[in-house]
């Protein structure tokens, strides 16, 4: 992929003279900062911007790693190919009218990607704006050069991949235009022909010029790849996915011709590799910001100190703390003895720290109080970051970025400045804060939810280990079962597979007659539930075939007959065990057209459905990442001993979660499986019921 | 009121030549805008800043209606004696050092409460900024004039009440800087000895200039006063509530001396009024701003047509349409006719409408493609909104602010616009589309969020009736209960007084013997329910006294003495007849410091507790206030026919809420009803256990 970024030669396809056409400012783009040669190539010049001009790729003397393509659609095909023939390694087509346009269009996009196949020629595209590397000042994008001339670089260690030529386009404006942080590249990944988000990402993740990687997707090319590479990133990653809703997902539909995936299995799968997600584009900027400029310091949690100019910001900024899970931390001795120096006497010293009353006090003695109470707060070993109130147009409140960066740096704690005042004062100190690393906001929201960005970096995911797992070896009947049957399966098949992938079902027996009832019975132990299972007839309870509390022989006996008479002799009756359970849960697993197998976890009963309580994760899951995915339903209450019951064993679900995750991993033919309820007792957790359907 | 803002004659206790003294800041200020006398009093000068100077209040000459103090907090009690004496009508104490500052402080401020009790002057602060009025400029404050000098005020209709000195200040400030929004007044109310947020939003409901209300609070002084306000208020209210965490509670009261409330109090009492509650400072002025420049139309709900000008930012722009409630307009014919016209023949016409590719299209042709389709969507009848998104900093994109007011104004539809671009670029616009009256964002969720508010704003609460409603007579008996028992009263006397409040309660009665048992339970018709009630036991059920599926009478008698055995003949039994519910419902009231008697609802068994998922709003409840109520619990799915139940008759509970309301009001006695549960069976809803605690 190097070859996009630092080709040895560009040429450009649709180059032209006209500074009003996209091809004129590809041209001036390159020029502005490549080092390398470069060919424009149109058979109707001889000389466009003062370099020769050739008429087409092959007739170019020397090597072409890269050539841009800025051509009407249906010439693509062709210029692709005199690429391929000259042994260009990478074409970036930024022309659009293909799967976006319409049915020619996507057949002029098919040409592409059966030539990408054929030859092996990376295609990059179509329907994008390239890429711009603000470090190598490498713009290859058609994006207007008087903007970019305007405006300077802020170099830094954030790249970007878009899925919308023009935001991407935009996005930079925006963030030169108002210093909102240092970026590395800007990739527009238009229809993804060939190249997609998953090889831009893998690229940074060993690009030393990256250090924060934020994606604005509107479809995951290959979920599962994409997974694997966050998981393996040791970069924080920040995505946001558009088309959350389900109005949104259908505007996705019609752009860039993507497709949507649910949003609860994306924002599951996320969660699990470790990559945040963000909601808002200013968000994902703030978000990015933020963790390329501050670490949280090693061994700390989530401890924050306030440091304000205002009680009221104070208490809000409080607020927010608490809303972002974080703690406000409980001021040492040592720091509170400092600011009590500080404070009129009659002010408590606690935390938010509202300084103004000191300030009031020592205004006329020379003393910083400002700087001198955020020395204490940063070497307070209970306090692991700081949230700074700023407020600029106040000549006493102002604090010297410069100053206030040596003091970070040597504190090793993340600092946020809320700042508030004068526009341009405030322009004026976020821009130089940038360049000394500090992470400024106007909101104070933003700069809380960004400062728990940073705080909850630490909490990279585990690496999967890559030792290939042998998935369990089902019995032959069972492998027969599998390769033969499709659609729902009934329940004892059901249970027969998952007790064969590792999960616990409750004893049951299919009986044939009255007699074997009985006898079923009394070994299972009284009271038991009988069930009639009939083919495809996966809603028992509402068909009226699930008997519960049978416990005696006669009632057995009848249940069997009465059962046998309702199913038409067309099924079979199966006993079971009346489980003594305490909480129920439900698990499940369905393949996603993007993630591939996904595992679902949530309460029993109504409450699932009611609060839309369920959540997900890709398998396979590592079994941290099981218990962390049980930690995040909204009713864990429920798994910790509620109301009198005994807390729920989470190692064992999470085992559970684990051969759920790898039955489907192993079985390709299971499109999904219910287990509902899997019902945890004191002699742990069992499956009561359960569907697995065929696909 | 009006001699705070519109004073006859003006004294400054606390002035001085001393340009870095305060009491010299609050001259200055005066005399930027102020046009009527104004009088410095220090008996240390003569004059000061051109004006003579009066050694006290009680000797300048002639009549003054208002006094700004700002002399240390010890001689503040004797200059407002002085001030009552001259027969001043309002002062303005900006000193601090009062409650907020220690017992000493205290002990100050509760003089100026009986100065002014006794007197009947009226006192705002201590311990704020007073007031700001830009259209008349009017500042009453001691706020820089170096900032207030460098920045233009712009007069507008949006009112604030900060309960925060500094953040008043910095607020002025910000919204001026960054040409936020246009501003009435501003007043900094302090501690709120006499005057507070109450007074002032009185003030404002008639006040002319103000026609949006935005309020910063750290307290509510008067919980019912201002619920009331706001219910009458016909001009939109945004109310932002420090201290939303329990940590933030914590912050506020160490700060202006404040009472936090319960949070999910104060939401309730808030939504139920009409109020919007924000969270953020910059959301709150956004709302305001939102809320001042835009009304919805007439007649029209929530759908939004969406223009923009990348795909991507369409897609995001719908995902926020669908989360804030809104929907996406189905476009009408003629719309989508023009709107063909104009796009390139494959691009099917959708909303949100992608205008890129029209301007690709037209761009050679001279057609304003961006105008037209506004035009189109302002005047498609199946459209109530647009938001609009610019692209300030490409040239095709530009809209013109003041035609684009026009079209909006002749469409009579609101817009909202989301802008991104060079950053001075969309300063320039938001500044010149302020002055047209259009709202403009460079957050995209923001923009949504506020568009949301402004079609959100056509439902005002309905007004309470002037009538006085009798609260029902209890009977006797009951009436000498409420008066001389006290704590937890047992389920049977309970729900005798809720029955003569009128809430319907399941049949039951109380039976001295076995053989009255018997009679009783053949009365009810089995099963029944028998329960052991003894003095303060209020956790039957923990006690092992509540017995279900009692069906004939020898389990009665049995049960009967049982019962009586173990409760060792401390109680009663009471007997019930076992209701067949549907759905079980939690009620409660209890009796707010803030807000007065307060009812709650949510759903019954553990989903209240699990989910968190009650609401409240404080009585007295209209009847459709009741019905809202209802509708606001998350799980209200469970309300409308889940799983096969019928949906539940939400007129019926609604009345019984509008009870529960009106039993708070009339008893004061009772702190705490709770009905729990209340089940909602075929036969209608009935309290089937619940117990009132007088307090």
Same mark, same amino acid.
């Given at each position: 992929?190097?070859?996009?970024?630092?080709?040895?030669?560009?040429?450009?396809?649709?180059?032209?003279?006209?500074?009003?056409?996209?091809?004129?400012?590809?041209?001036?783009?390159?020029?502005?900062?490549?080092?390398?040669?470069? !060919?424009?190539?149109?058979?109707?010049?001889?000389?466009?911007?003062?370099?020769?001009?050739?008429?087409?790729?092959?007739?170019?003397?020397?090597?072409?790693?890269?050539?841009?393509?800025?051509?009407?659609?249906?010439?693509?095909?062709?210029?692709?190919?005199?690429?391929?023939?000259?042994?260009?390694?990478?074409?970036?087509?930024?022309?659009?009218?293909?799967?976006?346009?319409?049915?020619?269009?996507?057949?002029?996009?098919?040409?592409?990607?059966?030539?990408?196949?054929?030859?092996?020629?990376?295609?990059?595209?179509?329907?994008?704006?390239?890429?711009?590397?603000?470090?190598?000042?490498?713009?290859?994008?058609?994006?207007?050069?008087?903007?970019?001339?305007?405006?300077?670089?802020?170099?830094?260690?954030?790249?970007?991949?878009?899925?919308?030529?023009?935001?991407?386009?935009?996005?930079?404006?925006?963030?030169?235009?108002?210093?909102?942080?240092?970026?590395?590249?800007?990739?527009?990944?238009?229809?993804?022909?060939?190249?997609?988000?998953?090889?831009?990402?893998?690229?940074?993740?060993?690009?030393?010029?990256?250090?924060?990687?934020?994606? !604005?997707?509107?479809?995951?090319?290959?979920?599962?790849?994409?997974?694997?590479?966050?998981?393996?990133?040791?970069?924080?990653?920040?995505?946001?996915?558009?088309?959350?809703?389900?109005?949104?997902?259908?505007?996705?539909?019609?752009?860039?011709?993507?497709?949507?995936?649910?949003?609860?299995?994306?924002?599951?799968?996320?969660?699990?590799?470790?990559?945040?997600?963000?909601?808002?584009?200013?968000?994902?900027?703030?978000?990015?910001?933020?963790?390329?400029?501050?670490?949280?310091?090693?061994?700390?949690?989530?401890?924050?100190?306030?440091?304000?100019?205002?009680?009221?910001?104070?208490?809000?900024?409080?607020?927010?703390?608490?809303?972002?899970?974080?703690?406000?931390?409980?001021?040492?001795?040592?720091?509170?003895?400092?600011?009590?120096?500080?404070?009129?006497?009659?002010?408590?010293?606690?935390?938010?720290?509202?300084?103004?009353?000191?300030?009031?006090?020592?205004?006329?003695?020379?003393?910083?109080? !400002?700087?001198?109470?955020?020395?204490?707060?940063?070497?307070?070993?209970?306090?692991?970051?700081?949230?700074?109130?700023?407020?600029?147009?106040?000549?006493?409140?102002?604090?010297?970025?410069?100053?206030?960066?040596?003091?970070?740096?040597?504190?090793?704690?993340?600092?946020?400045?809320?700042?508030?005042?004068?526009?341009?004062?405030?322009?004026?100190?976020?821009?130089?804060?940038?360049?000394?690393?500090?992470?400024?906001?106007?909101? /104070?929201?933003?700069?809380?939810?960004?400062?728990?960005?940073?705080?909850?970096?630490?909490?990279?995911?585990?690496?999967?280990?890559?030792?290939?797992?042998?998935?369990?070896?089902?019995?032959?009947?069972?492998?027969?079962?599998?390769?033969?049957?499709?659609?729902?399966?009934?329940?004892?098949?059901?249970?027969?597979?998952?007790?064969?992938?590792?999960?616990?079902?409750?004893?049951?027996?299919?009986?044939?007659?009255?007699?074997?009832?009985?006898?079923?019975?009394?070994?299972?132990? !009284?009271?038991?539930?009988?069930?009639?299972?009939?083919?495809?007839?996966?809603?028992?309870?509402?068909?009226?075939?699930?008997?519960?509390?049978?416990?005696?022989?006669?009632?057995?006996?009848?249940?069997?007959?009465?059962?046998?008479?309702?199913?038409?002799?067309?099924?079979?009756?199966?006993?079971?065990?009346?489980?003594?359970?305490?909480?129920?849960?439900?698990?499940?697993?369905?393949?996603?057209?993007?993630?591939?197998?996904?595992?679902?976890?949530?309460?029993?009963?109504?409450?699932?459905?009611?609060?839309?309580?369920?959540?997900?994760?890709?398998?396979?899951?590592?079994?941290?990442?099981?218990?962390?995915?049980?930690?995040?339903?909204?009713?864990?209450?429920?798994?910790?001993?509620?109301?009198?019951?005994?807390?729920?064993?989470?190692?064992?679900?999470?085992?559970?979660?684990?051969?759920?995750?790898?039955?489907?991993?192993?079985?390709?033919?299971?499109?999904?499986?219910?287990?509902?309820?899997? /019902?945890?007792?004191?002699?742990?957790?069992?499956?009561?019921?359960?569907?697995?359907?065929?696909?």
């Amino acid at each position: 992929m190097d070859f996009f970024f630092n080709p040895q030669g560009i040429a450009v396809v649709g180059a032209t003279p006209n500074p009003l056409k996209g091809g004129n400012a590809i041209l001036k783009n390159i020029l502005l900062g490549y080092r390398g040669r470069i !060919y424009p190539v149109n058979p109707k010049y001889h000389r466009i911007e003062g370099l020769t001009c050739y008429p087409s790729v092959g007739s170019i003397p020397e090597p072409v790693d890269l050539v841009i393509v800025f051509v009407p659609a249906p010439l693509v095909p062709a210029v692709v190919e005199d690429c391929a023939g000259k042994g260009v390694r990478g074409v970036i087509i930024e022309s659009g009218g293909f799967a976006e346009a319409g049915p020619e269009g996507e057949r002029l996009q098919k040409t592409l990607t059966d030539i990408a196949e054929r030859t092996g020629i990376r295609l990059w595209g179509p329907n994008c704006m390239g890429l711009v590397d603000c470090v190598h000042r490498h713009i290859f994008s058609f994006m207007d050069p008087r903007a970019l001339e305007r405006e300077e670089f802020i170099p830094g260690n954030v790249s970007l991949v878009v899925q919308s030529g023009m935001l991407s386009a935009i996005f930079l404006i925006d963030i030169m235009s108002n210093a909102t942080m240092g970026v590395s590249k800007v990739c527009s990944v238009g229809n993804k022909v060939d190249v997609n988000e998953c090889d831009i990402l893998e690229y940074f993740l060993g690009d030393p010029d990256t250090g924060v990687i934020g994606l !604005y997707l509107e479809s995951f090319s290959d979920g599962r790849r994409f997974l694997d590479l966050c998981r393996r990133s040791g970069k924080p990653i920040v995505v946001l996915k558009g088309g959350r809703s389900r109005a949104g997902a259908e505007a996705a539909l019609s752009h860039t011709a993507s497709l949507a995936g649910n949003q609860r299995i994306i924002t599951g799968a996320l969660a699990q590799v470790g990559v945040r997600e963000a909601r808002d584009f200013k968000q994902m900027m703030d978000l990015c910001r933020s963790l390329s400029l501050t670490k949280p310091a090693p061994g700390g949690s989530g401890r924050v100190a306030v440091l304000t100019l205002s009680g009221g910001a104070g208490i809000v900024a409080t607020d927010f703390v608490a809303e972002h899970g974080l703690t406000m931390a409980a001021l040492s001795a040592a720091t509170k003895n400092t600011l009590e120096r500080l404070f009129p006497r009659w002010m408590p010293v606690t935390n938010p720290v509202d300084l103004w009353p000191a300030m009031e006090k020592q205004s006329s003695a020379d003393v910083d109080v !400002y700087s001198l109470s955020l020395e204490a707060l940063l070497s307070d070993p209970e306090v692991d970051a700081v949230f700074l109130h700023v407020f600029i147009s106040n000549p006493r409140s102002r604090l010297n970025p410069s100053e206030l960066a040596a003091r970070i740096h040597a504190a090793g704690k993340p600092i946020i400045v809320w700042i508030i005042g004068r526009r341009d004062d405030v322009y004026a100190f976020q821009k130089e804060a940038l360049v000394h690393g500090i992470p400024v906001f106007t909101d /104070i929201s933003r700069a809380a939810e960004c400062l728990a960005a940073v705080l909850g970096e630490r909490c990279r995911p585990e690496p999967m280990s890559d030792e290939k797992k042998e998935p369990r070896t089902m019995p032959a009947p069972l492998q027969k079962l599998l390769h033969s049957a499709s659609g729902p399966l009934d329940e004892h098949l059901s249970k027969e597979l998952l007790r064969a992938g590792g999960i616990p079902t409750i004893p049951e027996e299919i009986v044939a007659d009255p007699a074997h009832a009985e006898a079923a019975a009394a070994a299972l132990g !009284y009271p038991v539930v009988m069930k009639g299972l009939i083919p495809g007839g996966i809603h028992k309870t509402e068909l009226g075939l699930v008997r519960l509390e049978i416990s005696d022989r006669r009632a057995v006996r009848t249940t069997f007959e009465n059962l046998m008479e309702q199913m038409e002799g067309r099924g079979k009756v199966l006993i079971q065990k009346q489980h003594p359970g305490r909480v129920e849960l439900i698990l499940g697993l369905l393949r996603d057209p993007q993630f591939g197998p996904c595992v679902m976890f949530g309460p029993g009963g109504v409450l699932a459905e009611l609060y839309d309580d369920t959540v997900f994760a890709a398998a396979p899951l590592t079994y941290g990442e099981a218990l962390k995915l049980i930690g995040r339903i909204r009713s864990r209450k429920v798994l910790d001993g509620f109301r009198g019951t005994p807390p729920v064993n989470r190692e064992e679900i999470a085992r559970i979660l684990v051969a759920l995750g790898e039955i489907g991993l192993s079985q390709p033919r299971i499109r999904e499986i219910d287990i509902n309820p899997l /019902i945890v007792g004191e002699q742990g957790a069992a499956a009561a019921d359960a569907t697995i359907i065929l696909g």
